[in-house]
């Protein structure tokens, strides 16, 4: 195994072993706590351009299959693991999670203190971070690493260039791809709606000539404040169709209704996240992949109300719009990976689809 | 929504005695509830007839009643105390029965007493097979295809309608009792049979076998509010077929994807949700490996036994949440207890792989059937924290104590292949050290996979480890390799044996070349958040997260799992010397690796290292912390045995030295102690060599007690009344180490007594002398013993004390002594010293009130007895009577002989406590779990030593009504020297009726049956034994229980008697 080395902006260093493949590569290091769902993680377009830590340390048990992707291409910058399998063992496992990696052009360091590195991210928040040859000169790599900008097109890389229709009988939603993730188009196809997926930069007018029932705003990668044209386009189509967003499209809604984001320390990452939904006192467990929040201040006067709060950090996890239909989840009610308890939001997606036609109904007849 | 204020008295069940299948893990969850609801400002009231927990301390609870786990004794409790409500869910199944039938019985109604947590309904349908079905079936969840029989013909039908292999689960019973795999209709009528017998309710549950699939757990909570979360998933190692009990377990699941994760997850949230449960709930699920089909096969609506595994691997503290929602709070409310600052209301993230190893009996039951089935016959468990999965295994290996600290088996090497086939295919308790035979022989991960059905996954770790094995051996002093092997978690022995040096070299060199563990946090959340839980485990990595204070520290050393001989009674003398430790201003330190017990609940001592308890592992935790020094005498034979080592690496241990532990164990130096200080003792030897013990033997005359040096509750130990008989054990003997010699002393006859002292040096007290039932010949463990003495007289009990004085001086003991004597007339012979916690500690404890092991730990820490207001002498005696009756699991382990001798076989003990020793011992004997008809029959099958002696026992059977059945032998004696009526039954195998059919036919209440000197097991004797043990009817060997039986139904027993004839006057 080759000798590679995990380097910290902060001059940290971590001797591995490399896996995957065997490029250099730089990335914001986060990590992620859960137990399982490894394969929807790296595929996850979300984590683009990251490093991302996985704090189980086996790693790649049940190896990779064909169904558990949440995107066809990976964006994931690095994997970080305390030990990753070389024999997998589960029925559906078609190959090694190192032979994906080589395959995706990913490189993965394992032999890693994970939970020294997650201490480390956990008190001075993420940072940037490279994954070079044992042989590399430190100094020089965090110099440079201080001295590099990551691209801020994140959602540009992970969104589709050209839209495409998922056909079904039912409603007609059209989905504004940040980087999403299969599991979305999972769930409403399973509702047998019909998928129109759009590029992040398609505009208000082009999406309401596709006379939709509803439309989702998908996760994404970054900061939402790198799209502002996703921003102009939301401001555009609220109130005239009923509008579903998730974590990245949940801080975009925010954003456009006038509240603002910010970046936290080092995120939510996991499958564990306790929510509560302030409307019937109850609380949840959540499936959880951001950097940024919403300021929970910032929503006065946006017309937004607070309906989700994290319960261990008070972060906003969901809001409302008091008047037009529309509401949003900062974390991912799709699952894949962890708990499906809040998958009824899809319902609710399409039960608020049918109120708002039921609405212009009303209107027309009157 | 806060707490409940409408009640304020809460009644709480313990579990009762230990057997297999229901441990300590129900005094970890019980003194947890309790204490949670004191936290909560309610008064508590506990009734649980075990002595030997910490959860009966009156600490723990307001009120405790050590009174039998009957409806009876627990309406009497809840007359006497008007509780407002009762919380059954902590008391495993037995607090749960107990629970369900006084709702059947309108007892709750009646005195108003609200049943706490989950709803009776709701229990009902989990534990009811029926009910359990039809709601499965309802929620359309899967459960395999089954059919509930009352009779064995319907079992048949059901056999011939879908085909075998099929599995028998007896319902309402513990651990599975009763039920098994059956192959063929013999077996399915057998062990149906069985099973209705030992169920409760007469009712089976035959199911199809879905032998192979994965065996996996959910531990899930739910709250009033209809909030769920599942606390830990476990992965079986060992397929569907083993009881969960019996299988090593890994936490979290190793080879489900998230995808099946989740599914099961929504399975067994959609269960708990269904049955309302409010609080913990354990869910078993088997998935097929190939699909993702799988079946529901159980719920136990309660804490359990997995639900403390989880505990301990996760850090959240099931049953202190689970009490507080069964008063009314919900998991987004109660905070989390580890971070201190999130919720309740959240599903632990593990960032290390936990194994857990159950423990088996067999070192005891040589003779015992080992192969695993859906019976538990695990007396305990370990468990084990890793980064790797290897590294958790092997530390697992190293923390059962089976002799071995490695993947490594030196019999397994010698079996020829065919049997190893057999035994890999057909599990039994060693089958982990045959997979690495496998292995080491070459087979292929495919091979055993086609055999065992046991994961790859699994094998190729195992694999991994033989594989190092082999680098270990072509790499000698290689660090690169040392460092590999340690990272895996290989042990320094296994290096020591595979480059032949010693393991103090081994440990010199990693010390030259700093290759260390460092040790990481136990903290539920993978450390996103700050924690400060003192609980660690050791690890080779980089960041070391345990911070060593300036304060002054000592370590102990905890018992490790629970096995016969070597129970719960120490985990308690553990804990409380712990508190003892924290009360005069150290840091207390504890290293244990028992997932069941108080002492590895974290916020018991001021940090907790959950680690093998071998002498690498402890002086790793001695180089980082570097205590004043160990305390070793609470722990067991497992602290004790580490202390030469300790001692050899310069560490000090505190208390009693070793030195006084070698003159009580080291056979010459004891005679030589006893022979200075003018103490009688039974004549005797220790014989360096097998060839000897025969001349010796005759020198002494039979009969003799044999036994090896350093043992743990008399392993191997026998009376042997010929040559002839002599021979048969030696050739029996020839594993035992020959470093420790095998003794024989002369067996003498005669009441025994025993002492438990406290010595700080200078003074010593004896809290309490207790008197044995048995005579000498019964291990002390499986003996009735009675405080305050009935028998002694003051010159004996003086005798006594003037011993344990002398003793104390003489080996300056600093801390507790256990000394056992032979009482012949007013002579009294020193028979045994263990200058250390015996197994009587918490009895003696809890019907004196001496905290013994507290006050112990202050004179090892150099207090004075003397400033705590103690001069030498015998305390006063108490004015109650209490027994320790000992409770054994014989119906859970076939082919094991329950004669009662010089080797233990008790699991556990209850207590009985009264004004007169009659009272008491009913109590004690109802608590054990024994029933005591006041009419019916008795067989009576005595060896002819005993004869004469039994003669007295007939008559007052007689006098008492009941009816005498007698084998040949015996019955002839009886009419010919007695005149009294009995019916002559005839031997096994004859013509019914004969023993085993009035057995059989329930004719019988009590069975009376001695051995023969020199009689074989599997005799005629053996078969009735067992016979009397799978029909749950008292199988009473020694003639002392049976006279003290006697004696309580002859005290509880109105017999009729016509009045005298009154003159009439007038």
């Known amino acids: 195994m080759r000798k590679r080395n995990l380097i910290l902006e902060d001059g940290t260093v971590f001797e591995g072993h490399g896996f995957g493949s065997e490029t250099v590569s730089r990335g914001e290091i986060v990590f992620n706590t859960s137990m399982t769902g490894y394969q929807e993680v790296i595929t996850d377009p979300s984590y683009c351009g990251q490093f991302v830590t996985m704090t189980y340390p086996l790693i790649g048990n049940y190896g990779i299959n064909r169904d558990d992707y949440e995107t066809v291409t990976p964006f994931i910058h690095g994997l970080i693991v305390k030990q990753y399998s070389e024999q997998p063992s589960n029925f559906r496992n078609e190959e090694t999670i190192d032979s994906f990696l080589k395959a995706n052009n990913i490189p993965g360091i394992s032999g890693i203190d994970t939970r020294k590195l997650t201490r480390i991210i956990r008190k001075h928040g993420t940072m940037k971070a490279a994954i070079v040859s044992a042989e590399e000169d430190t100094e020089k790599v965090i110099k440079e690493l201080k001295n590099t900008e990551f691209s801020r097109d994140q959602v540009k890389q992970t969104s589709t260039s050209k839209p495409y229709v998922v056909p079904g009988r039912g409603r007609r939603v059209v989905l504004v791809d940040f980087g999403a993730k299969h599991g979305i188009l999972r769930e409403l196809t399973k509702r047998d709606c019909q998928i129109t997926v759009v590029p992040y930069d398609y505009s208000a007018a082009e999406i309401l000539r596709l006379r939709p029932d509803g439309v989702m705003l998908t996760n994404g990668p970054g900061d939402p404040k790198d799209v502002p044209e996703a921003i102009e386009m939301i401001k555009g189509i609220l109130g005239k169709v009923p509008i579903f967003g998730i974590c990245l499209g949940h801080q975009l809604l925010s954003l456009a209704c006038g509240a603002n984001t910010e970046k936290m320390k080092f995120g939510h990452r996991g499958a564990n996240h306790p929510v509560k939904d302030l409307k019937n006192d109850k609380t949840y467990l959540t499936s959880q992949n951001h950097s940024y929040a919403v300021n929970p201040d910032s929503l006065e006067n946006t017309g937004l109300e607070l309906t989700q709060i994290a319960i261990n950090d008070e972060t906003v996890e969901g809001v409302k719009h008091i008047t037009h239909p529309a509401f949003s989840v900062q974390y991912h009610p799709e699952a894949s990976p962890g708990p499906e308890d809040t998958n009824y939001l899809f319902d609710e997606f399409l039960k608020l689809m049918d109120q708002q036609e039921k609405k212009q109904e009303v209107h027309i007849n009157a | ?1066």
């Open chain 2, 1 to 1066: 929504m806060p707490k409940r204020t409408d009640i304020q008295k809460i009644l709480v069940i313990g579990s009762g005695p230990i057997v297999i299948g229901q441990a300590a893990e129900f005094d970890y969850s019980g003194t947890q509830a309790c204490q949670a609801l004191r936290e909560e400002g309610y008064y508590v009231i506990l009734a649980n007839s075990n002595p030997a927990t910490i959860m009966t301390d009156n600490t723990v609870a307001d009120k405790v009643y050590m009174e039998p786990l009957t409806e009876e004794f627990l309406t009497k409790i809840i007359r006497k105390e008007h509780p407002d409500a009762i919380l059954p869910t902590l008391g495993g199944q037995t607090g749960l029965n107990l629970a369900m039938e006084l709702v059947r019985k309108g007892v709750l109604e009646d005195h108003d007493v609200q049943l706490l947590g989950t709803a009776p309904e709701s229990i009902q349908k989990a534990e009811d097979r029926e009910l359990f079905r039809t709601l499965m079936h309802e929620l359309n969840e899967p459960v395999p295809e089954s059919e509930i029989v009352h009779t064995v013909d319907e079992a048949v039908d059901f056999a011939n309608l879908i085909g075998y292999p099929l599995i028998v689960r007896p319902a309402y019973t513990l651990g599975g009792t009763g039920g098994g795999m059956c192959y063929n209709e013999q077996e399915l009528r057998e062990i149906t049979h069985n099973g209705l017998v030992l169920s409760p309710v007469n009712q089976c549950l035959i199911e199809r076998n879905i032998a192979g699939f994965k065996e996996i757990e959910y531990e899930v909570m739910r709250d009033h509010k209809d909030q769920a979360i599942v606390v830990c998933n476990m992965e079986n190692i060992d397929p569907v077929g083993i009881h969960t009990g019996d299988s090593i377990v890994v936490a979290p699941s190793q080879t489900l994807s998230d995808r099946e994760y989740h599914l099961l997850r929504n399975a067994s949230l959609k269960i708990i949700r269904s049955l309302e449960i409010e609080g913990g709930c354990n869910v078993q699920l088997a998935l097929d490996p190939y699909s993702f089909q799988y079946y529901v096969i159980e719920v136990n609506p309660r804490v359990s036994r997995s639900s403390a595994l989880a505990s301990k691997a996760t850090g959240y503290p099931i049953a202190k949440i689970a009490a507080k929602i069964a008063v009314g709070y919900t998991l987004d409310e109660i905070i989390n207890p580890i971070t201190g600052k999130t919720y309740s209301m959240f599903e632990p993230a593990l960032d290390y792989v936990v194994t857990k190893f159950p423990r088996f009996p067999f070192d005891k039951f040589t003779t015992g059937d080992r192969r695993l089935g859906t019976q538990m016959k695990a007396t305990g468990e370990v468990m084990a924290i890793g980064r790797n999965l290897e590294e958790s295994l092997l530390k697992g290996i190293r923390s059962l104590e089976m002799g071995t600290e490695e993947l490594y088996l030196a019999k397994a090497e010698k079996l020829d292949e065919e049997t190893l086939n057999k035994r890999l295919k057909r599990a039994d308790d060693e089958r982990i050290f045959l997979l690495a035979e496998a292995l080491r022989r070459g087979y292929s991960v495919d091979q055993i996979f086609d055999i065992t059905k046991i994961d790859r996954f699994f094998l190729n770790s195992l694999n991994k480890i033989i594989e190092t094995e082999k680098t270990l051996i072509e790499n000698k002093n290689d660090i690169a390799v040392l460092k590999e092997a340690k990272e895996l978690g290989i042990a320094d022995v296994q290096i020591a044996r595979l480059w032949n040096v010693s393991i103090d070299e081994v440990y010199a060199l990693r010390q030259k070349e700093n290759v260390f563990p460092v040790y990481k946090m136990v903290d539920t959340c993978a450390a996103e958040f700050e924690s400060e839980t003192p609980y660690f485990y050791s690890t080779y990595e980089t960041e070391n997260e345990s911070v060593v204070t300036d304060r002054k520290k000592i370590l102990v050393l905890g018992s490790g799992p629970i096995r016969i001989g070597q129970g719960i009674e120490f985990d308690y003398a553990t804990v409380h010397s712990v508190f003892a430790i924290k009360e005069l201003g150290y840091e207390a330190i504890i290293m244990n690796n028992n997932p069941e017990t108080v002492s590895t609940d974290f916020t018991i001592s001021d940090k907790l290292y959950f680690e093998p308890l071998t002498l690498e592992d402890v002086m790793h935790v001695i180089e980082l912390e570097k205590p004043e020094g160990v305390i070793v005498q609470f722990g067991g034979q497992t602290a004790i045995n580490l202390a030469e080592g300790l001692e050899r690496r310069g560490v000090k241990i505190l208390g009693t030295g070793l030195e006084a532990i070698d003159r009580a164990e080291d056979r010459d130096k004891f005679e030589v102690l006893l022979d200075e200080l003018h103490l009688l003792r039974p004549e005797g030897k220790a014989v360096p060599k097998l060839d000897q013990a025969i001349e010796t033997a005759n020198e002494i005359g039979y009969p003799v007690l044999v036994r090896p040096s350093y043992v743990i509750g008399g392993s191997r130990m026998e009376i042997v009344y010929s040559e002839k008989e002599l021979e048969n054990y030696l050739a029996k003997s020839d594993n035992i180490d020959s470093a420790h010699p095998i003794l024989i002393d002369k067996y003498l006859t005669g009441m025994e007594a025993e002492v438990d002292a406290i010595s700080d040096g200078e003074t010593t007290i004896v809290p309490g002398i207790m008197e044995h039932i048995e005579r000498a010949g019964v291990h002390s463990g499986d003996s009735m013993a009675v405080y305050p003495p009935q028998r002694l007289s003051e010159a004996v009990k003086e005798k006594c004390l003037d011993a344990a004085v002398k003793i104390s001086k003489a080996l300056k003991v600093k801390g507790l002594i256990n000394i056992q004597f032979i009482i012949r007339g007013e002579d009294v012979y020193v028979l045994e010293v263990n200058p250390r916690a015996s197994r009587t500690i918490p009895f003696l404890s809890k019907i004196t009130g001496v905290t013994m092991a507290n006050i112990a730990t202050k004179c090892i820490l150099g207090e004075k007895l003397a400033n705590m207001g103690y001069e030498t002498g015998i305390l006063p005696e108490q004015d109650l009577v209490s027994v320790k009756i000992p409770v054994f699991s014989f119906e859970k382990l076939r082919s094991v002989d329950t004669i009662l001798g010089p080797e233990m076989k008790s699991t556990g003990e209850a207590i009985g406590y009264d004004k007169t020793l009659e009272k008491a011992l009913y109590k004690g004997l109802i608590a054990s779990g024994l029933k005591v008809p006041q009419e019916g029959g008795v067989l009576l099958t005595v060896a002819d030593k005993d004869k004469a002696e039994m003669l007295e026992v007939a008559e007052r059977f007689h006098q008492l009504g009941f009816v005498l059945y007698a084998t040949q032998g015996t019955a002839a004696y009886i009419r010919e020297e007695g005149d009294i009526p009995v019916v002559e039954v005839g031997k096994v195998g004859l013509d019914e009726p004969n023993v085993l059919s009035i057995i059989e036919e329930g004719k019988v209440q009590f069975v009376v049956n001695t051995l023969n000197s020199g009689q074989k097991p599997r005799s005629d004797g053996f078969l009735i034994r067992r016979q009397a043990v799978e029909h749950g009817i008292a199988c009473l060997t020694n003639l002392d229980t049976v006279n003290a039986i006697i004696n309580v139904i002859d005290s509880t027993t109105f017999t009729a008697k016509p009045i005298s004839q009154q003159k009439v006057t007038q």
